[in-house]
């Protein structure tokens, strides 16, 4: 199909970068936790177990940031103790291949 030179050739601009992802599962602690609860619902103290050597404040700031993005879901329960449970949105159960394979590559080809 030839142009005209008068013809303008729009540019589609993408509403999301490669940077805005990271920016979103690029902590240091964002996929060891949706990897973590991939494998389910999850209460607080089990997450925090579950993710060698994270702390406490560390994973209060990285599930504050995911349920702000709407990668995980926030449940809180009017018990004594409170009780609070964590799982993977829609969107969050999105990233699971990405993971796995990203999982994957590293186990092929990371040497530690």
């Given at each position: 199909?030839?142009?005209k030179k008068n013809e303008?050739?729009?540019?589609?601009?993408?509403?999301?970068?490669?940077?805005?992802?990271?920016?979103?599962?690029?902590?240091?602690?964002?996929?060891?936790?949706?990897?973590?609860?991939?494998?389910?619902?999850?209460?607080?103290?089990?997450?925090?177990?579950?993710?060698?050597?994270?702390?406490?404040?560390?994973?209060?700031?990285?599930?504050k940031s995911l349920e702000?993005?709407?990668?995980?879901?926030?449940?809180?329960?009017?018990?004594?103790?409170?009780?609070?449970?964590?799982?993977?949105?829609?969107?969050?159960?999105?990233?699971?291949?990405?993971?796995?394979?990203?999982?994957?590559?590293?186990?092929?080809?990371?040497?530690?």
């Amino acid at each position: 199909m030839e142009t005209k030179k008068n013809e303008k050739i729009e540019k589609v601009e993408h509403k999301c970068t490669l940077k805005d992802v990271l920016d979103i599962v690029g902590g240091k602690w964002s996929i060891p936790i949706i990897y973590t609860l991939s494998e389910g619902t999850m209460r607080f103290k089990e997450l925090e177990r579950a993710v060698h050597n994270i702390n406490t404040r560390m994973l209060v700031k990285e599930l504050k940031s995911l349920e702000a993005n709407r990668i995980i879901s926030r449940k809180a329960y009017a018990t004594v103790p409170p009780t609070v449970e964590y799982t993977l949105t829609l969107k969050g159960e999105k990233l699971r291949p990405i993971i796995d394979d990203l999982h994957k590559w590293g186990e092929e080809y990371v040497d530690l």
